[in-house]
């Protein structure tokens, strides 16, 4: 029996020795983890005293105010606006994708190529500097299509009739034919560059400097095209039509009337050439006509007066009013030619029936961080075509004798 108990009491000896160890062993990995996260919290308190500190410094230095973050003039309601503004600064289109934004004539999306459609409110306001130029897109039709050209049916000729009768036979008249006017979409680009790091400053307005260097080139192109361009890769400049006398007018020309002096106005009574000028127009277009000229042309008219001594050239009675030559608004496009031997330097009439201006409403953004580094180009491109729409609402003065 003693044999027995003493081999018992030696075995519970031998078992209690591990679970000793195991307690020790217990103790000391609770007492290790504690240590770490008693460090661990002491250095998310100094982490929180530092961040407190940095806050209370740019607080006090004003850059919270004098420096705001895009972010704070970013609309929330407006999610394009912040797609847009990632795109241009670091090319990510992530939040562009499945992003369906709803404007006026436009959808915006994202294609397949890197390049995107422009988001609303930067083509609203590209529009808008276009609209403020001196151009004759301020004075024309302008259409916005879907397609590549935009057609303009015309009916110029009129209706055959005549007296009849009770017993007499009548004969055909003439009938009047429809004429089909095609104006092409021509593409205008602008391929402006800002540098990565001041696209990167957090408070420089990417949009606003876009829109306005877009705006700039696209509207000195126009202008051009829709006065003298060649209709080859570009708008179809009214002055680019054939003239002829006005006596002599055919449909397809415009008509023109001489000042009776090469290069210049006739030394005497030099104000009969805008009075011809005017009634060379038809009375149904004069009501809504418009003469167009330059800055140096409209420097020698605004002498001319009347046999009364009165001046033909009048100011606007209000601010924002146009100048205004026998009556008619005068625009001032400088890209009108100077007066010069056998130049056309002065055109009147409807412009809004006489000149089409065709374009699709939306433009497009290609951003390339590869071509010009440490720069980045935007190419920016928009289609837009024009053409002459009716060739007897629009009359010329030619500075020759004949």
Do not use: C
């Not at 560059?193 to 990167?200: I, N, P």
């Not at 496009?333 to 056998?342: K, L, N, R, W, Y």
Request: net charge negative; aromatic share 8%.
């Amino acid at each position: 029996m003693k044999t027995t108990e003493t081999k018992a009491r030696a075995g519970e000896g031998v078992s209690g020795a591990p679970a000793e160890e195991v307690k020790s062993a217990l103790a000391g990995f609770l007492g290790e983890f504690k240590g770490f996260q008693d460090e661990m919290t002491s250095k998310l308190q100094q982490q929180e005293e530092r961040l407190t500190m940095l806050d209370r410094k740019s607080t006090t230095a004003g850059f919270a105010q004098g420096r705001p973050a895009l972010s704070t003039a970013v609309d929330l309601d407006a999610p394009h606006k912040k797609a847009f503004g990632a795109y241009l600064r670091s090319g990510d289109d992530d939040g562009l994708r499945g992003l369906v934004l709803e404007g006026k004539a436009l959808n915006t999306q994202v294609n397949a190529d890197g390049g995107f459609l422009v988001d609303p409110e930067t083509s609203d306001r590209i529009r808008g500097v276009l609209k403020s130029t001196a151009s004759v897109r301020a004075i024309a039709n302008v259409v916005q299509v879907e397609a590549t050209s935009f057609d303009v049916l015309v009916d110029h000729t009129d209706l055959g009739s005549g007296w009849a009768t009770e017993t007499g036979t009548l004969s055909e008249t003439g009938t009047p034919q429809i004429d089909r006017i095609s104006i092409p979409l021509h593409e205008l680009s602008a391929m402006p560059k800002a540098s990565q790091r001041l696209l990167d400053d957090s408070a420089f307005d990417v949009e606003g400097w876009l829109a306005e260097r877009i705006a700039d080139k696209f509207a000195r192109a126009e202008s051009q095209a829709f006065v003298s361009g060649d209709g080859i890769d570009k708008p179809t400049g009214f002055l680019s039509h054939t003239a002829v006398d006005n006596g002599l007018w055919t449909w397809g020309s415009l008509g023109y009337v001489p000042t009776g002096a090469d290069g210049d106005f006739a030394p005497t009574n030099a104000s009969d050439s805008i009075i011809d000028l005017v009634y060379a127009l038809d009375a149904e277009y004069r009501a809504n006509a418009t003469f167009v000229m330059n800055s140096k042309t409209a420097g020698a008219v605004r002498k001319m007066k009347d046999a009364d001594g009165r001046f033909l050239w009048s100011d606007g009675l209000a601010a924002g009013e146009p100048a205004r030559l026998m009556g008619y608004p005068v625009l001032i496009s400088e890209d009108m030619p100077d007066i010069a031997s056998g130049t056309f330097a002065v055109a009147f009439g409807d412009f809004h029936n006489g000149y089409t201006v065709a374009e699709r409403p939306d433009m497009r953004v290609l951003r390339d961080p590869f071509s010009a580094k440490p720069h980045v180009l935007f190419y920016a491109s928009k289609r837009v075509g024009g053409d002459v729409s009716d060739f007897a609402a629009i009359k010329l003065l030619k500075f020759a004798i004949a």
